[in-house]
């Protein structure tokens, strides 16, 4: 009986410092993750600022222009269809082939002069919304005639 009652208790006594040692360990663990875990947020956030600074000079510097010619003609404009990627600067040279004529890009609010006989104009402005958006001759019903044409910004 004696031998059965001073064995649990000598356990518990042997198993203290084991406990105490576990205990250091999971705080020293825990407190390495803590440490690692703020270091990997610096230097992320250091990361975020200096890719920042990149991105923001190259979208200023450079901005790819897009050069088109569209032949303007009675009545027919060629090409039908110019693609470009939104925040590319477009820039359109509107040739007059025959006839009086001008180019007009809808929900842009740009055009060129309107040409007589020949001659061209040049247009030029940053695409900076997505959609589809025609081009066409204003001049008379020009437009209803067959000349016009798509922007595609995407
Ligand atoms: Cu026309």
């Given amino acids: ?3 059965s009652n001073t064995v649990p208790t000598e356990t518990k006594k042997k198993f203290n410092p084991v406990y105490v040692i576990g205990g250091l360990i999971v705080l020293g663990v825990a407190v390495a993750l803590i440490v690692s875990g703020n270091r990997k947020k610096d230097q992320q956030g250091t990361e975020a600022v200096k890719n920042d600074i990149p991105n923001v000079q190259t979208s200023a510097v450079v901005s790819p ?3 088109f010619t569209v032949n303007g003609s009675s009545f ?3 090409p039908k269809t110019v693609t470009v990627n939104k925040g590319d600067t477009v820039k359109i040279t509107f040739v ?6 001008d180019l007009v890009v809808e929900g842009y609010n ?4 309107r040409l007589s006989g020949g001659g061209s104009d040049t247009i030029q402005f940053i695409a900076d919304k997505t959609g589809s958006f025609e081009y066409y001759c204003s001049v008379s019903n020009h437009r209803d005639l067959g000349m016009k044409g798509v922007l595609v910004v995407q």
């Fill in 76 to 78: 027919d404009f060629d």
């Fill in 96 to 101: 007059d082939g025959d006839g009086t004529h």
């Fill in 110 to 113: 740009v055009s060129t002069k």
């Fill in 1 to 3: 009986m004696e031998d």
């Fill in 65 to 67: 222009v897009k050069e």
